[in-house]
């Protein structure tokens, strides 16, 4: 018999892929492969159904921006990491995602931001207190701009976008389009937090490398003409 976890995941997948609205009871009993009257045992009615993935899903965000919290690092680099452990989570578990789409179709589920950027919040909060953000430059502003970041990437992983280098190529929700967690996708992501902040941040970006010397070829050395 499936466990209710597994109940909560098949109904995830279910509206990952096509959208609260267009899923029915029956749809997620035949994705779990039990009948309708077993899933509703647990579930009597599918508001209490996703409900629950809704809230499952926002906690795991919640968790993660705690643990991001809780890292040894500057607060301004702590807020590039919770961007990337947020898309990561995004990108590999439908729970999280599927929280996301209940959040903007279900009545009464809540802003699926207010799950992590209350923590995103503290972060700027501390990084402004110890002079990492430039003059003019303020938390609030910095914290617009990061759930725009994380929520358009997050459309964009819905809308189809194309596989990055080293996606896995299945065409779900999350596939390659931000892979924080490593692959030529990650890092253009995590350039792309870094370009954003610095924007923000009161340090000077590193000098980009010096061009190595340039080896004159035989020819020239040799003084013949080129």
């Not at 995830?12 to 009871?25: C, F, I, Q, T, W």
């Not at 795991?60 to 607060?75: G, I, K, S, Y």
Request: glycine residues 12%.
């Amino acid at each position: 018999m499936l466990t209710r976890s597994a109940l909560l995941d098949a109904a995830a997948r279910e509206v990952d892929a096509h959208g609260y609205g267009s899923v029915a009871m029956r749809h997620v009993a035949r994705a779990a492969d039990v009948t309708t009257g077993a899933l509703t045992f647990h579930f009597p009615t599918k508001s209490d159904l996703f409900a629950e993935v809704a809230e499952l899903g926002l906690t795991r965000m919640r968790e993660r921006a705690d643990e991001v919290a809780r890292l040894p690092v500057a607060p301004l680099r702590r807020i590039s990491l919770l961007v990337l452990a947020l898309l990561e989570l995004l990108h590999d578990d439908v729970v999280a995602r599927a929280a996301v789409r209940l959040s903007r179709e279900l009545p009464g589920t809540g802003d699926w931001s207010d799950s992590w950027l209350p923590a995103g919040r503290e972060m700027l909060r501390r990084a402004d207190e110890a002079g990492q953000l430039r003059e003019g430059v303020t938390p609030d502003a910095v914290a617009e701009m990061t759930l725009h970041l994380v929520a358009g990437t997050e459309m964009c992983a819905h809308g189809g976008a194309p596989a990055s280098d080293g996606g896995d190529g299945d065409g779900g929700p999350g596939s390659g389009a931000a892979e924080p967690g490593g692959g030529a996708g990650g890092a253009r992501f995590a350039a792309l937090c870094d370009l954003l902040l610095y924007g923000a941040s009161a340090l000077r970006p590193p000098d980009p490398a010096p061009d190595p010397p340039r080896t004159a070829s035989p020819r020239t050395a040799s003084g013949e003409n080129t």
